[in-house]
């Protein structure tokens, strides 16, 4: 198995915009824009990874500056965390979720936020529940914050 920085894989760009469109029902074109983004301004956000498994797509994460959320001061976001259904329960998202902070965290970012419906995988995974947020629908979401490096 392998982690990619799609940063560094442009020839990867329209399967993983395809990849992640297939599992969160965006648009690939809108997911093809970030990752055309990050790829143009590599030491920023957006930023987007996968785990291929030969040449399958295992998992992917991107981390964006808003996840459907109106608490624009909260970011990044990690989003689009999906492990497919035969890879799970062996510790790979919290390895993905573990790298793709350690490369945010190289890049300069000091923490990171995640919007999820879940309670107790992501406690897990060293994020703290930071409260909950009014999403773009105008529910309340829970709001998770990682600290990734030393506040300067």
């Not at 970030?34 to 987007?48: K, L, R, V």
Request: charge should be negative; proline fraction near 4%; include cysteine.
């Amino acid at each position: 198995m392998q982690w990619l920085c799609l940063r560094q894989h442009p020839e990867m760009g329209a399967a993983a915009a395809n990849w992640f469109s297939n599992r969160w029902g965006i648009p690939a074109a809108v997911y093809l824009e970030s990752i055309q983004t990050c790829q143009a301004n590599p030491t920023g956000i957006p930023q987007w990874y996968l785990l291929l498994d030969g040449e399958k797509i295992a998992a992917g994460v991107g981390a964006i500056d808003n996840d459907f959320h109106r608490r624009r001061d909260l970011t990044p976001n990690l989003c689009a965390v999906y492990v497919e259904p035969e890879y799970r329960g062996k510790g790979l998202a919290r390895q993905m979720l573990d790298l793709a902070c350690l490369d945010l965290a190289a890049l300069g970012i000091a923490r990171c936020y995640l919007l999820t419906d879940h309670v107790g995988f992501y406690e897990r995974c060293g994020f703290q529940f930071y409260g909950m947020v009014e999403d773009n629908d105008g529910q309340l979401a829970r709001m998770y914050l990682r600290t990734l490096a030393a506040e300067v």
